[in-house]
T-cell receptor, first 113, second 115 residues
Framework: DAGVTQSPTHLIKTRGQQVTLRCSPKSGHDTVSWYQQALGQGPQFIFQYYEEEERQRGNFPDRFSGHQFPNYSSELNVNALLLGDSALYLC????????????FGSGTRLTVV | AQSVTQLDSQVPVFEEAPVELRCNYS??????LFWYVQYPNQGLQLLLK??????LVKGINGFEAEFNKSQTSFHLRKPSVHISDTAEYFCAVSDRDSSASKIIFGSGTRLSIRP
């Protein structure tokens, strides 16, 4: 049973560019949440998708947007990249009811130069 | 809204010694509580969770945690640590009664094991 798959694993972008990160959830999960983890910090909630809609959003600017597809996979898009966007981006899948917790992918390491 | 405070950013301990990683949470509603572990350059792995019932929760790799509602704490313990336990540990909380909740993480505690 495949867990959560994220791609790419590493990415280097230039300030001002746009980036798309991808996530395939664990089989049977219908909810995808995205987190940003800066170096030495805990994961910060970006947003959550369920039934192809954004259900919750953290304190992130509109430059961060996402999408969920009918097969439950998801994308995170970041426009007008800033140096401060450099971080590990984690995708977590779950059922909507969180009693089983999240299953995390290994993340995408984004470096903005 | 919920929040999590991990009281120690780093905990050094000798191999085979006991360890406790402290976590306090704040919430106006009933909560689920979690501990996750993150090894270098990896995602987060669930160690254990408290949903309801017994306040002592046992997880993987010999870890356990105790939920204390009056002190709003959920400290993680292991009676004897190994070099392989070197990692970052995150305490987390979510709203138990919401149909669409998110998990809020603390800032993490780095556990370093000395031989």
């Amino acid at each position: 049973d495949a867990g959560v798959t994220q791609s790419p694993t590493h990415l280097i972008k230039t300030r001002g560019q746009q980036v798309t990160l991808r996530c395939s959830p664990k089989s049977g999960h219908d909810t995808v949440s995205w987190y940003q983890q800066a170096l030495g910090q805990g994961p910060q909630f970006i947003f959550q998708y369920y039934e192809e809609e954004e259900r919750q959003r953290g304190n992130f600017p509109d430059r961060f947007s996402g999408h969920q597809f009918p097969n439950y996979s998801s994308e995170l898009n970041v426009n007008a990249l800033l140096l401060g966007d450099s971080a590990l981006y984690l995708c977590a899948s779950s059922l909507l009811q969180l009693s089983y917790g999240y299953t995390f992918g290994s993340g995408t390491r984004l470096t903005v130069v | 809204a919920q929040s999590v405070t991990q009281l120690d950013s780093q905990v050094p301990v000798f191999e085979e010694a006991p360890v406790e990683l402290r976590c306090n949470y704040s919430s106006s509603v009933s909560v689920y509580l979690f501990w996750y572990v993150q090894y270098p350059n990896q995602g987060l792995q669930l160690l254990l969770k408290y949903l309801s019932g017994s306040t002592l929760v046992k997880g993987i790799n010999g870890f356990e945690a105790e939920f204390n509602k009056s002190q709003t704490s959920f400290h993680l313990r292991k009676p004897s640590v190994h070099i392989s336990d070197t990692a970052e540990y995150f305490c987390a909380v979510s709203d138990r009664d919401s149909s669409a909740s998110k998990i809020i993480f603390g800032s993490g505690t780095r556990l370093s094991i000395r031989p």
